[in-house]
């Protein structure tokens, strides 16, 4: 049996939660369930306080879990990072009021900076030999400018819409951060199948979260260069059809490629283009 720990409230837990269903994990997640047994894995689900998960993967309270790794850095323990899982993608970074002048990190030299993350900022300005007094705060850090609490502030930017709202200017990015899945050391050794299992699993639904499938109508004439303008995993699959000198081709694309690759497959004559979603990807 894996204990996974999620989130119990917070960004991730919408993400963590479809992530395991699409694993095909059966979970029931009721409001205020602290734990909830997983039907047809060897799984316990553990909802616990973003904070605190580190700690309890850590100390083997908790196998596996999902988590930013943001906070992994911030409290410094010692668990596996597994599989990045691409969503939840955000910056630690430093910003200061739109009204005074910022050019390095130099100038933050004796000003108080507010932060949820003081071992991650501290490590930062220790690299950049910039002595600063660190103020904790546990939330709505980018108000502490305003209310004349520090000069500057060290804080999550995702969207940038709470420093826009708050007059304030992102200036360096100390950390780059996703989701990840984390495991305890010796869990990974005593839960090896069940663990492999699961990680096999969410690889192949990150993967084809990645990808997107592609069908289309060419010429056979033009068939080498539409399958020069397709990267895929393999080459493509060509399925003839019924109608003479034609052909379908088959593939998958990354999804950032998709409209440059549809352009190019118009110009060699392709024709019906279909783009699809994949739910998953073994290779
Ligand atoms: C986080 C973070 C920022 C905000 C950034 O707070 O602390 O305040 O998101 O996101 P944005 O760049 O898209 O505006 P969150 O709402 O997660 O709550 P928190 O204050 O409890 O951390």
Redesign the pocket.
């Known amino acids: 049996m894996i204990k996974i720990a999620i989130q119990k409230s917070?960004?991730l837990f919408d993400e963590s939660i479809k992530l395991l269903k699409e694993c095909g994990l059966s979970i029931d997640n009721g409001k205020g369930q602290l734990k909830a047994q997983v039907r047809n894995f060897p799984a316990e689900i553990l909802y616990l306080r973003n904070s605190d998960i580190p700690f309890y993967v850590e100390q083997g309270i908790a196998d596996l879990a999902i988590i930013g790794q943001n906070v992994v850095a911030e409290k410094e323990v010692q668990i596996e990072e597994l599989l990045t899982l691409g969503f939840s993608k955000c910056r630690l970074s430093i910003a200061t009021p739109r009204n005074t002048s910022y050019h390095s990190i130099t100038d933050l030299q004796g000003k108080r900076i507010a932060t949820s993350y003081p071992a991650t900022l501290k490590q930062y300005l220790e690299k950049n030999k910039v002595d600063a007094a660190i103020h904790l705060i546990n939330?709505?850090?980018?108000i502490a400018p305003s209310i004349g609490l520090a000069d500057a502030i060290c804080?999550?930017?995702?969207?940038?819409?709470?420093?826009f709202k708050n007059n304030l200017i992102e200036n360096e990015v100390i950390f780059k951060s996703q989701a990840a899945l984390y495991g305890n050391k010796d869990a990974l050794d005593k839960k090896k199948t069940d663990v492999e299992q699961l990680v096999f699993r969410m690889s192949s639904v990150i993967r084809a979260r990645q990808y997107k499938y592609i069908l289309f109508n060419i010429p056979n004439k033009s068939i080498d260069a539409a399958s020069a303008i397709l990267p895929g995993l393999k080459s493509p699959t060509i399925v003839p059809l019924i109608e003479d000198d034609w052909s379908s081709l088959h593939s998958v694309i990354k999804n950032d490629d998709t409209w440059d690759i549809i352009d190019q497959l118009k110009q060699v004559g392709a024709q019906g283009i279909l783009i699809s979603d994949m739910s998953k990807i073994v290779v």
């Not at 939330?139 to 980018?142: F, I, M, R, T």
């Not at 804080?155 to 420093?163: I, K, M, Q």
């Open positions: 917070g960004r939330g709505s850090v980018e804080d999550l930017v995702s969207s940038g819409s709470t420093l």
